[in-house]
Structures are given as structure tokens and as C-alpha cells.
């Protein structure tokens, strides 16, 4: 059983299905609300486990009403949650999501997200450096995403980050990371690079190995040489959130099986994500993945 520690956010997403986007200063009525639990860290941390890995979450909630069914709700997915702080006096994260014709638009407050700090990745250390792999992402201080990245690659494990939300990032921490996992629109801002650029000559340019996430058209990847393309899984869109999520937990499931096959997976896991409404509610079991990569076979 693939080992992981997932490091980041915890979030309840506050959910608004609506026709269409409203324009700034518009008021337009919503077809539906729903409140799911979400957050990068948590949905890639239940991604994982119903992929079949023994997962373990370092994150923070606060004290408010949101926080212990956060937790409880990954715990009911088998999920090791004794790394997950309880902040005094601190909201937890919240997320407020506009669904529309299976795009999303997002507002993160980070609440207790922001209180997650290098002690709280030193405190998990002994679980760090047992993992298989750590995934990071970009909901939590800079300075805890690079204490998680020094921490795992000292130890010898490798690290996934998924560097969402972007911010420019020095060189000297990409190399650290095993793979980073950014879209087209995220290479470009964590390399500090114009966004006309093409994304495969980003790709080249890289300090470290990249997994470019294309939206329904799939992904492509790189080690060294030229960018591979996987295709895209066809499926009905219902709501993209917690797509990205999906993708990166397969990836470190799936990665002893070779980048290739783990970058497949990662796709067909990611298309079935967005069939159901909410983060987490099309998140699927391996034999869903197995079924659709049965039904498309490149
Ligand atoms: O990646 C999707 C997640 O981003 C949502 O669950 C929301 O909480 C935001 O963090």
C-alpha cells in the first residue's frame, strides 16, 4: 500500500450552482447551495486514500463550527488525522464557489491554513520521512511549503508540488521537488515568465520535472527531452472542482507504476472527478479508473 503524507489545506466550500457568472455589481439568483468539504490538501489527502493509499494529513483547522466535521470527515475516509492542529481563536478555511456550466470561480479565506507552520512539518517528521511520497500544494505559508519540501527531500522522499494557488518560486525550491504538477497559466507564474509563452519550451526550461495539468485535454509531462501528451478522458463535466486535486493524489498513487501509466491514471481519475457535484463527490475508487481506462485505451 502506497504510504503518503498530504501537507496543506482544509477547507469547507460553500458551493452556489448558478446559470452563468454574475458581472461585477450584479445580483442574480442561484439554482442550488450546498456546504462540502474541501481544501487542496484535504481533497488530495481523500483522493488518495480512495485510490487505495494509507494517507496521512498534516493541516490546521480552527475553533469554529466548520472544524470538527472537517476532520471528521477525513478521518471517515480513513484518513490519519493526528497531525491536524486545532488553532485557538481562528476560523477554519473557507472557500466560496460559484458553479457554472462544470467551471468553477473561487474565493479561498486561508483562516487556520495561515497558522500552519514549519513546526507543525518538523512535528511529522518521523511520518515524512516513512512516506512513499509528500504532496504539497499552495493554500498554506510559503515558508511551510518550503520547510515540507527541505524536510521530505533530505530524507530522501520524493515530493509532489502542486504549486495552486501560483506565486513565483525560487529555482533552488523547484529542485527540490520531485515533480510540480502546475496548468499552462500557473508554469508561467511560478517561473516568472510571460504567459505567451509556449508552455512545452516552460516545460524545457524547468529546474525540475513537470506534469502540466491541460484541462479536459489531459496532460503532458516531462523527465527529460521532449514533452509527452497523455489524451484527455471523455465524460460529462458536472463541476470541475477538485479536478486538480484528483489528478495529483493518482499521481502519487499511481507513481511506482512508472510517470507514464501514473500520468494515465492521473487523467482518467481527474475526468471521472468532474462528473459529480462538489469537490470530493466524483473523487473515485481504482475500479472506476480501471473501468475507464478500459473504455479508451491511449
Ligand atoms: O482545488 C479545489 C479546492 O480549492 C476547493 O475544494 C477549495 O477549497 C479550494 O481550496
Redesign the pocket.
Known amino acids: 500500500m502506497t504510504r503518503l503524507v498530504v501537507v496543506g489545506?482544509i477547507?469547507m466550500?460553500l458551493v452556489t450552482v448558478a446559470q452563468r457568472f454574475p458581472a461585477p455589481g450584479e445580483t442574480l439568483l442561484g439554482e442550488r447551495f450546498l456546504s462540502v468539504h474541501?481544501?487542496?490538501g484535504?481533497?488530495q489527502a481523500v483522493a488518495a486514500a480512495r485510490l487505495g493509499a494509507d494517507v496521512h494529513m498534516v493541516g490546521a483547522v480552527g475553533d469554529d463550527d466548520f472544524a470538527q466535521p472537517l476532520c471528521d470527515a477525513l478521518a471517515a475516509e480513513g484518513i490519519d488525522v493526528e497531525h491536524v492542529a486545532h488553532i485557538d481563536d481562528c476560523s477554519s478555511?473557507t472557500?466560496s464557489?460559484t458553479v457554472s456550466g462544470g467551471e468553477n470561480q473561487?474565493i479561498?479565506v486561508p483562516g487556520a491554513n495561515a497558522q500552519l507552520t514549519p513546526r507543525h512539518v518538523m512535528n511529522a517528521q518521523d511520518l515524512i520521512s516513512r512516506a512513499d511520497a509528500v504532496l504539497v500544494q499552495m493554500?498554506i505559508p510559503l515558508e511551510t511549503v518550503e520547510a515540507t519540501l527541505r524536510l521530505a527531500h533530505d530524507r530522501h522522499v520524493p515530493v509532489i508540488l502542486n504549486p495552486?494557488p501560483a506565486q513565483r518560486l525560487q529555482a533552488e525550491w523547484l529542485q527540490l521537488a520531485r515533480y510540480i504538477t502546475p496548468n499552462q497559466h500557473e508554469l508561467a507564474i511560478l517561473l516568472g515568465a510571460d504567459p505567451s509563452e509556449d508552455f512545452r519550451a516552460l516545460m524545457r526550461r524547468s529546474p525540475c520535472p513537470v506534469v502540466l495539468t491541460h484541462g479536459a485535454e489531459g496532460a503532458w509531462f516531462r523527465e527529460e527531452g521532449e514533452p509527452q501528451h497523455q489524451r484527455g478522458f471523455n465524460v460529462e463535466a458536472v463541476d470541475s472542482?477538485?479536478a486538480?486535486?484528483t489528478f495529483n493524489a493518482a499521481l502519487a498513487v499511481f507513481l511506482h507504476e512508472g510517470l507514464p501509466l501514473a500520468v494515465r491514471k492521473a487523467c482518467a481519475a481527474a475526468a471521472l472527478s468532474v462528473t459529480r457535484l462538489g469537490?470530493r463527490g466524483g473523487m473515485p475508487h481504482p475500479a472506476e479508473v480501471d473501468a475507464l481506462l478500459a473504455r479508451q485505451r491511449d
Request: charged share 20%; aromatic share 0%; no cysteine.
Open positions: 489545506s477547507n466550500d474541501g481544501g487542496k484535504g481533497n478555511g472557500a464557489i473561487i479561498v493554500e495552486a472542482t477538485g486538480g486535486d469537490a
